[in-house]
C-alpha cells in the first residue's frame, strides 16, 4: 500500500507521523539480537537511508501536513544515522530540513542477555529464560512488551501533541515500531522492515486519537535496490 494523501479524511486539528525503521545493520542480516546495543548500518543500510531521504524529496511519499521543524529519533545510532542521512538528503535537494532530537523512549526493546546472540544461541545458552521470553512472560532483565509499548506510545503522543498541524519524522526500531502500532490498533500487525515507512493520524480532539493509515510501506528502499543491482 502507497503513502497516500489523506487530508480529506483528517480531523480539523491533527498530526501525521511518519515512523521510520532505521537502515539493514549487520546484525539484521546475520540475525543476531540487537536490543538496545549500538550497533552501526551496514552498507545496505547506508543505501536504504539515502533511498527514503529520496522518497521524501521527491514527495514519492505523499503527506499532506507541512514537515514540522524538528524530526524525532531514538539515540541508539542504526536510528540517528538513519534521521541523519534523510535529513541530509532533504537539505541538498533544496528543502529546509527539521533539526534532529534525540529521544531515548524511542530506542529499541532491552533484550538483557539475549542480546549479541542469534535466537537459536538465545535458547541454547538461556533455555529457561527464553521459555519465558517466547511465552510472553516477565523475563528477568528483559524489558517486557507492555512497558516498551507504554513508552513508545507516550513519546509518539507527546511529539504529536506538539506538532498540530505537520507532519513529523520519527525515526526508530522495528520492535518498538510493531508493538505501538499494535498497541494504538489493536490489531495485528505484519512485519516491519528496514527503513519502511508506516503513517498514524493523530486527532487532537478526540477521545480516540489514533488511526493507523498506511503500515510499513517500503516500495522506495526495494526500487532503490533494484536499482543498485542493475549498475
Not at 542469534?118 to 524489558?143: I, L, M, N
Request: charged share 20%; glycine share 6%; proline share 3%.
Amino acid at each position: 500500500e502507497k503513502l497516500q494523501d489523506m487530508a480529506a479524511a483528517m480531523p480539523s486539528t491533527s498530526t501525521v507521523l511518519l515512523l521510520c525503521r532505521h537502515g539493514e545493520t549487520q546484525y539484521n542480516l546475520d540475525g543476531r539480537l540487537q536490543g538496545q546495543l549500538d550497533t552501526p548500518l551496514n552498507a545496505t543500510g547506508l543505501q536504504q537511508a539515502r533511498a527514503l531521504g529520496a522518497a521524501l524529496q521527491e514527495r514519492q511519499l505523499k503527506f499532506d501536513l507541512p514537515l514540522a521543524a524538528t524530526a524525532y529519533s531514538s539515540d541508539l545510532k542504526r536510528a540517528s544515522v538513519t534521521a541523519q542521512i534523510v535529513l541530509d538528503t532533504l537539505d541538498a535537494g533544496g528543502r529546509n530540513p527539521p533539526s534532529l532530537h534525540l529521544d531515548a523512549r524511542l530506542r529499541e526493546r532491552c533484550l538483557g542477555a539475549f542480546q549479541d546472540l542469534t535466537e537459536a544461541d538465545a535458547k541454547s545458552k538461556h533455555s529457561a529464560q527464553w521459555k519465558r521470553f517466547v511465552a510472553g512472560k516477565q523475563t528477568p532483565g528483559v524489558e517486557s512488551a507492555e512497558e516498551l509499548a507504554r513508552r513508545g506510545v507516550e513519546a509518539l503522543h507527546e511529539i504529536a501533541s506538539a506538532h498540530a498541524n505537520q507532519t513529523v519524522l520519527v525515526f526508530s526500531h522495528g520492535g518498538l515500531i510493531h508493538t505501538a502500532l499494535s498497541s494504538i490498533s489493536r490489531a495485528q500487525v505484519p512485519h516491519i522492515g528496514n527503513c519502511s515507512v508506516s503513517q498514524l493520524c493523530f486527532a487532537h480532539d478526540c477521545a480516540e486519537p489514533w488511526r493507523v493509515q498506511v503500515l510499513g510501506e517500503a516500495s522506495h528502499v526495494k526500487s532503490a535496490l533494484r536499482n543498485v543491482d542493475v549498475q
